[in-house]
DNA sequence: GTCTATAATTGGATAGAC
DNA sequence: GTCTATCCAATTATAGAC
């Protein structure tokens, strides 16, 4: 855990990772990130290979958070259901957006392998941890046996991060709490017979 | 229908159209909408108070197709359940995704209460009209009582939304087929009991 | 109406002092 | 390591010829 003041490269950091989250990757120039971190440019380009690098440093730390995140929750006991019931009611900073997903709609972060292997890795990873829920609670008889556990899985990562953008649509976060607690409502249906 | 060869207003909006589309609003350039459409720049200024002017209009006309695309569907007859399934497989340029939804990500676009509009609008009619049929089917019997039609209305625009931000994570098509497949799963469990 | 030329501003990176 | 000053290219907009 890191404690004290932070230097000028950590300052950077975090605050690439505040503005990428905000304007996104195109939308967050040097200057906006100097003028934040209250550093000069030289810092910048001493401690990292120019604006790409400190966005990788930047996606990659909000990668692990997101992924600690999703552990802390899928890993947690009891019915899978209930698991993944609450990693959809999980409290949200609904307007802000997805740190990870909203990336997916920036060419340049999508075009550079670099920048996009973090987003792809922390998506697909959450796709499968909460198929493997699902298929545990097919063999445990918690839940019906007739669906594909890795469809599932795709639909509710997919309805949070879809709900975000109707939510950034509407500027309001009713449309997001309607999503989920309409998947919540679906997933009702999933129950097995037992 | 318009039919002969575009004049030069006409070319700039179908080419801005594309390419917010392709790139999003900041990531489209002047220089880029000029070179694709084949015009000047003087063009673009007479006709258009700027980008923002000429994006405005092409964004209200992908709006008006996307509404166009979901009226074809819903207003078709026969069950509710097919017409939703019918909706949800319709075929799609995943990997380029949706031209209003990805515009949510966009600050600028979110932030100027004229671009956002049509944004909104598009994604609450679909809500909307998903919802009616929804409630349609309940009255009909041919779905359960017990759920709320807005609520897994906005679980299946978000699934839509939501796939692209993994189809472009992943860079592949499958995750949004999954989901898609994954949400068709969860709707039979919407079916009633006669 | 449409063009080319040009201007103002910002984005992004470098140089060199301390 | 960090700063300020500077530089080049691209974005966005304007001017003025035709």
């Known amino acids: 855990m890191y404690s004290g003041d932070m230097d000028a490269r950590e300052q950077l950091i975090e605050t690439m990772r505040e503005l990428m989250g905000e304007r996104g990757y195109v939308g967050t120039s040097p200057r906006a990130i100097l003028s934040r971190a209250g550093v000069g440019q030289g810092s910048m380009y001493h401690h990292f ?12 730390r909000n990668a692990d958070a997101m992924r600690g995140d999703g552990e802390a929750v899928f890993d947690a006991g009891g019915p899978v259901l209930d698991r993944i019931r609450v990693y959809l009611r999980r409290p949200r900073e609904v307007l802000q957006g997805c740190r990870i997903g909203r990336m997916t709609e920036d060419p340049d972060v999508i075009g550079d392998a670099v920048l996009r292997k973090p987003i792809e890795e922390t998506l697909a990873w959450y796709e499968r941890r909460i198929a493997e829920l699902l298929a545990e609670g097919q063999e445990s008889g918690e839940l019906a046996a007739g669906f594909v556990p890795g469809q599932v899985a795709a639909a509710i990562v997919a309805v949070v991060q879809g709900g975000y953008v109707l939510a950034k649509a509407a500027q309001s976060v009713e449309p997001f709490d309607n999503a989920i607690e309409g998947a919540v409502t679906l997933l009702t249906g999933l129950r097995g017979e037992r």
């Open 49 to 60: 290979d120019g604006k790409a690098g400190l966005a990788a440093e930047a996606l990659r």
